[in-house]
């Protein structure tokens, strides 16, 4: 009889492929759980106008909202390898859901930006580990065979939280403010909390792991300051500013710490060797154009719908519920067959259908309606719900169970990444562009412009004559200019589901015998 190495208050337990109901309460539970991390992703979005006149904040800096939760979380994705080594899958659940919980209370509670964004991060760091741990658990949960199906199930909790919270939260904020979009999370937190104390139990031993702090630390580094110059340079100038040349420094300093000491390290905080696997490479690329295109357009159309055209919030949280009944068709298709198909084709379905719902946001027009938003949101989704499943299987096909933890943080890190780098820079797209737009339409006011004579004499709602007329003049330049902003935004998007496309089928997939 061989001597247990297990922790004195860990109890030897039936394997999680015991059966079949077992197997079942644990997907439910991780999918709750991914389901919460998701709604945080996407809540905050619908109230990003109202957040931005409570807080007296421009419209570069409410994107910090977004941008560096979604930060924090590719910072603290890398680092669920060790902390599940070093305290256990359970453990690191109950405190990252209880984290997360806590911490999106306080978001509903904070006075000022500054608070609001650290309190953000810190629920970003929470969440950081539910994704990989989650989809690593349900990975070493099914046989290989199941595995697809399982992850179009689980997948369900990354469209649930996109559905549930826009349009919950819609509401929620019209009727009683914006701080109620987080303080909803707040019940979902605890029933999450409740499936992991039943359901999910402790396996294997637990090891004193060396945490890399070398390299944990210079990635940091790197990818924050990186993220702060993208969020801030269009608001400072970009490289006129001195903290916009200081971000841009230690960031290339962090990146070449991280490289040459991952390349030399014998424990390195994240493995090099995984990316000498083809599909694990690929799909890390893949991963990367999928986060780039994921939640941009669920920051961008909140703000067009809201400040341009006046749409409360509980129609922009349906509208971006739409977009969410989209991916459920797509992961519904996925598990009911879509599986069973090459990989490439639904991953290029998907991407390609992305890039046409792309196409057509960019052909809005100033008076666009509630049905061009509503279907090309729902075409979205579509494609992101046809990517999910086939991106997963081509990414983790050529890993081994002892890689899939490590491997699938280094894939939501960079997802994450994406997700926040992607959208700054249409947020900085609209802006610049929206301002060189408001300076060429403005050339046109002049009291020559024989445009003026018909609004004087039919209208009178626009005129060079007066204070008042001119002041609306002004603003409907300025809606104008940034309609063609966002326009422009959305061009950059569609480009790049458009670019990648090709590039799927250098993928290598397994056939049949």
């Known amino acids: 009889?061989?001597?247990?190495?297990?922790?004195?208050?860990?109890?030897?337990?039936?394997?999680?492929?015991?059966?079949?109901?077992?197997?079942?309460?644990?997907?439910?539970?991780?999918?709750?759980?991914?389901?919460?991390?998701?709604?945080?992703?996407?809540?905050?979005?619908?109230?990003?106008?109202?957040?931005?006149?409570?807080?007296?904040?421009?419209?570069?800096?409410?994107?910090?909202?977004?941008?560096?939760?979604?930060?924090?979380?590719?910072?603290?994705?890398?680092?669920?390898?060790?902390?599940?080594?070093?305290?256990?899958?359970?453990?690191?659940?109950?405190?990252?859901?209880?984290?997360?919980?806590?911490?999106?209370?306080?978001?509903?509670?904070?006075?000022?930006?500054?608070?609001?964004?650290?309190?953000?991060?810190?629920?970003?760091?929470?969440?950081?580990?539910?994704?990989?741990?989650?989809?690593?658990?349900?990975?070493?949960?099914?046989?290989?065979?199941?595995?697809?199906?399982?992850?179009?199930?689980?997948?369900?909790?990354?469209?649930?939280?996109?559905?549930?919270?826009?349009?919950?939260?819609?509401?929620?904020?019209?009727?009683?403010?914006?701080?109620?979009?987080?303080?909803?999370?707040?019940?979902?937190?605890?029933?999450?909390?409740?499936?992991?104390?039943?359901?999910?139990?402790?396996?294997?031993?637990?090891?004193?792991?060396?945490?890399?702090?070398?390299?944990?630390?210079?990635?940091?580094?790197?990818?924050?300051?990186?993220?702060?110059?993208?969020?801030?340079?269009?608001?400072?100038?970009?490289?006129?500013?001195?903290?916009?040349?200081?971000?841009?420094?230690?960031?290339?300093?962090?990146?070449?710490?991280?490289?040459?000491?991952?390349?030399?390290?014998?424990?390195?905080?994240?493995?090099?060797?995984?990316?000498?696997?083809?599909?694990?490479?690929?799909?890390?690329?893949?991963?990367?154009?999928?986060?780039?295109?994921?939640?941009?357009?669920i920051t961008l159309l909140p703000a067009l719908l809201q400040t341009l055209h006046g749409y409360p919030d509980s129609v922009v949280g349906e509208i971006l519920g739409i977009r969410g009944t989209g991916t459920l068709l797509g992961f519904t298709f996925m598990f009911l067959g879509g599986s069973k198909i090459d990989p490439r084709y639904t991953m290029f379905a998907g991407f390609l259908l992305q890039g046409i719902s792309g196409w057509y946001m960019a052909q809005f027009s100033i008076n666009l309606t509630m049905f061009d938003v509503l279907w090309t949101s729902w075409l979205q989704g579509l494609g992101v719900g046809m990517i999910w499943v086939p991106l997963t299987i081509v990414t983790f096909s050529q890993l081994d169970e002892t890689e899939t933890a490590e491997g699938a943080s280094i894939f939501h890190l960079i997802r994450n990444f994406g997700s926040s780098v992607f959208i700054s820079i249409t947020i900085a797209i609209m802006i610049r562009t929206g301002s060189m737009n408001y300076s060429t339409l403005s050339q046109n006011v002049n009291p020559l412009n024989e445009a003026f004579i018909f609004q004087d004499s039919l209208f009178a709602t626009w005129s060079v004559s007066g204070v008042q007329r001119l002041a609306s003049l002004s603003d409907e330049i300025t809606r104008q200019a940034m309609m063609i902003g966002y326009l422009n935004a959305f061009y950059a998007f569609c480009m790049t589901a458009f670019a990648i496309c090709p590039f799927l089928f250098l993928a290598k997939v397994r056939k049949e015998q």
């Open 1 to 297: 009889i061989k001597t247990s190495t297990m922790s004195s208050f860990e109890k030897p337990i039936p394997d999680y492929r015991s059966t079949a109901l077992a197997n079942a309460a644990v997907l439910i539970t991780l999918t709750l759980v991914t389901m919460l991390y998701a709604m945080s992703v996407t809540i905050a979005n619908v109230s990003l106008p109202q957040i931005k006149g409570a807080l007296s904040a421009t419209t570069d800096e409410i994107a910090l909202i977004v941008t560096f939760s979604i930060i924090a979380t590719a910072v603290g994705t890398p680092m669920t390898g060790w902390l599940t080594a070093r305290f256990g899958r359970r453990n690191v659940l109950i405190w990252s859901v209880t984290g997360f919980t806590i911490s999106s209370f306080l978001c509903g509670t904070a006075s000022s930006l500054e608070e609001l964004v650290l309190y953000r991060i810190i629920q970003g760091v929470c969440g950081a580990p539910l994704p990989p741990l989650s989809q690593a658990i349900v990975v070493d949960t099914y046989p290989k065979e199941k595995i697809g199906s399982a992850n179009a199930i689980f997948g369900m909790g990354v469209v649930l939280g996109p559905i549930l919270a826009p349009t919950i939260g819609g509401y929620l904020s019209e009727t009683y403010s914006w701080r109620w979009v987080f303080f909803m999370m707040v019940p979902c937190g605890i029933f999450s909390l409740i499936g992991v104390l039943l359901f999910i139990r402790q396996k294997g031993t637990f090891s004193k792991l060396h945490l890399d702090w070398t390299g944990f630390l210079s990635l940091v580094i790197a990818v924050a300051a990186f993220q702060f110059m993208l969020d801030r340079g269009e608001r400072l100038d970009w490289f006129d500013s001195w903290v916009i040349m200081g971000c841009a420094i230690a960031a290339i300093v962090g990146l070449y710490i991280f490289i040459t000491h991952s390349l030399t390290s014998e424990t390195p905080f994240l493995n090099p060797k995984l990316l000498l696997k083809r599909n694990y490479l690929l799909g890390l690329i893949f991963a990367f154009i999928f986060g780039l295109l994921n939640f941009t357009p």
